[in-house]
């Protein structure tokens, strides 16, 4: 194989890599952006499940008292609380899935910069054997003899 092969190869490695680093930099936005979305979805249900036991706790108090409305009201309080906490354990895997994106990211970039490297090696050595063989050339033809 050739110089100039290696040197195409290197440069289409290079550009999947480049490819690969604009998607997982798209990726680490898409995590970002989730995790955003559901720290404002638990905050927003927790507003609203605050104002919804008051609602709650007033219509208590507007009813009789019996132990049936005891129980109901603190059967509803519990799953309101146990939604919430669902809400609130979804947060750490957001959080864990921007940092194995971020992660990810990292590895690609540091993949690509290796690459890169390779490529200018290559480019360098191709320039340099090029501008041999010209020198050459020009050598030989100088040096004919008429």
């Known amino acids: ?5 290696l040197q195409k190869i290197r440069e289409r490695r290079l550009e999947k ?4 680093v604009m998607q997982s930099r798209q990726a680490v936005v898409d995590a970002e952006r989730n ?3 559901t720290i404002v979805k638990m905050e927003k249900f927790r507003e609203w499940r605050l104002s919804h ?9 507007s009813q009789p008292c019996t132990i049936h409305s005891m129980q109901e009201y603190q059967t509803k309080l519990f799953a ?3 939604q919430e906490e669902q809400l609130r354990s979804a947060i750490p895997t957001a959080q864990t899935l921007l940092e ?9 970039r540091t993949e690509m ?3 890169a ?4 090696k290559t480019k360098e050595i191709v320039e340099t054997q090029h501008k041999a063989d010209v020198q050459l050339a020009l050598y030989v033809e100088q040096n004919q003899d008429p």
């Open 53 to 61: 036991q008051e609602e709650l706790f007033k219509g208590l108090q």
């Open 113 to 115: 910069n290796a690459l």
């Open 80 to 82: 309101l609380s146990q």
């Open 35 to 37: 995790l955003a979305q």
């Open 117 to 120: 490297m390779k490529n200018e």
């Open 1 to 5: 194989m050739s110089l100039v092969e």
């Open 17 to 20: 890599k480049q490819t690969e």
């Open 100 to 108: 194995q994106a971020n992660q990810n990211l990292t590895k690609i």
